[in-house]
């Protein structure tokens, strides 16, 4: 009986490796650009997609594509491994480009850079887009490269690109009155740092992604205004404003990775321009509502600083809270914040706090005696 051959194998017998989805360098950075960053993405989508359907089932492609930045290091390990298993020569590099690609856009809005910078965080894929490239040239050589320009890409650059030119215009027009603004506070050129503020804020609205840039200017301005407050108190107002406004704005940060900025201060130079109110005002209900509203800022401060172990300014809030308690005539709440205040001292070894707070809080102490003295000569009369 003949022996069976053994069947050739068939040469269309499945490639195991990602079909990866690849552009040209230019196309990838020129869609990117025009799509504010989109296009990046989408092309992390279609490698997951890729990744799903050959070697991990189940990853969710369109999960991972929504939160490219988070799935961006473990995306590129896998395209390292490829290009290596495929013996294709590939300067990725997983960490320092998801570093990039990641944080590009926080490190832009907390060291106020032009946004524009932001926009340009899917550099750190395009060492990975040339290796993909690389690789479907070794497994798929009939795949090809895309270097077309669809009718999808020209879509959406025609919604995306007036927005762009926005953004460049108006962040750099905005960053230019905002430095000069910085700079005239700083040498007491007062009426010329207000007229800066004021075309920075305008400038800023028209900016895409601008609200973390805005909160720090509004946050300056504030500051500002409130350094006139003395030979100006109608400006305590518009300094209010600006601080209600930068902590509405810091609602859309709720969702955020990284703190932008600094929430308790926030707070807590709102509370100042309520505590300022009250003691410029005659008016005995103006006085007693504004330190409610004060009270009620400070302790938000006093929250947030002690959330983020911020000891020195929790330290400040714990002060502020006791003036205000006195300034409301309950010298036991009064007590009770400065008490918190010393021992805030003592633990972190604020020693010049300490002196200040120790000798206030015997103020405050003889103060109650005094009317706790005087209540009982009254109620003896």
């Not at 053994?6 to 499945?14: C, F, I, L, R, T």
């Not at 590939?90 to 524009?116: D, H, K, Q, S, W």
């Not at 009939?142 to 320009?149: E, Y």
């Not at 919604?159 to 215009?169: D, S, Y």
């Amino acid at each position: 009986m003949p022996c069976p051959q053994p069947q050739p194998q068939s040469s269309e017998a499945p490639n195991r490796q990602p079909e990866y989805y690849s552009t040209s360098t230019l196309k990838f950075c020129v869609v990117s650009l025009l799509t504010l960053g989109l296009f990046s993405y989408y092309w992390c989508y279609k490698n997951w997609q890729a990744i799903e359907k050959t070697q991990r089932p189940g990853i969710l492609p369109k999960l991972r594509g929504v939160f490219a930045p988070f799935f961006s290091h473990s995306l590129l390990k896998t395209i390292q491994r490829s290009a290596t298993n495929a013996q294709v020569k590939a300067a990725i590099y997983p960490f320092v480009g998801f570093c990039i690609y990641f944080f590009t856009p926080f490190l832009t809005r907390v060291l106020n850079l032009y946004e524009l910078v932001a926009l340009l965080s899917f550099i750190g894929l395009i060492p990975a887009n040339i290796a993909l490239a690389k690789i479907n040239a070794k497994n798929y050589p009939k795949q090809g490269v895309d270097r077309r320009f669809t009718a999808w890409n020209a879509a959406f650059a025609t919604l995306c690109t007036p927005m762009l030119i926005l953004t460049i215009v108006a962040s750099t027009a905005t960053m230019r009155n905002y430095e000069q603004a910085l700079k005239a506070h700083e040498f007491g050129q007062n009426e010329k740092a207000a007229q800066h503020y004021q075309l920075a804020l305008e400038q800023v609205q028209d900016s895409l992604f601008a609200w973390p840039l805005e909160i720090n200017i509004r946050a300056a301005y504030g500051e500002h205004l409130l350094s006139q407050v003395e030979q100006k108190p109608e400006l305590l107002w518009e300094a209010r404003e600006q601080y209600n406004e930068a902590l509405s704005l810091n609602e859309l940060d709720r969702f955020q990775i990284l703190a932008l900025f600094d929430v308790g201060y926030l707070w807590s130079a709102l509370a100042k321009t309520y505590q300022l109110e009250a003691a410029y005002t005659d008016n005995v209900d103006v006085y007693y509502d504004a330190l409610q509203n004060a009270f009620y800022a400070q302790d938000k401060a006093a929250t947030e600083f002690e959330a983020e172990q911020q000891w020195r300014s929790l330290n400040a809030s714990y002060y502020s809270l006791g003036e205000i308690a006195e300034w409301y005539g309950d010298y036991e709440e009064a007590i009770r914040w400065l008490e918190k205040a010393v021992e805030l001292d003592k633990r972190h070894g604020f020693e010049d706090d300490l002196i200040v707070d120790s000798q206030y809080l015997e103020r405050l102490r003889a103060a109650l005696a005094e009317s706790l003295v005087n209540s009982d000569r009254g109620s003896e009369g």
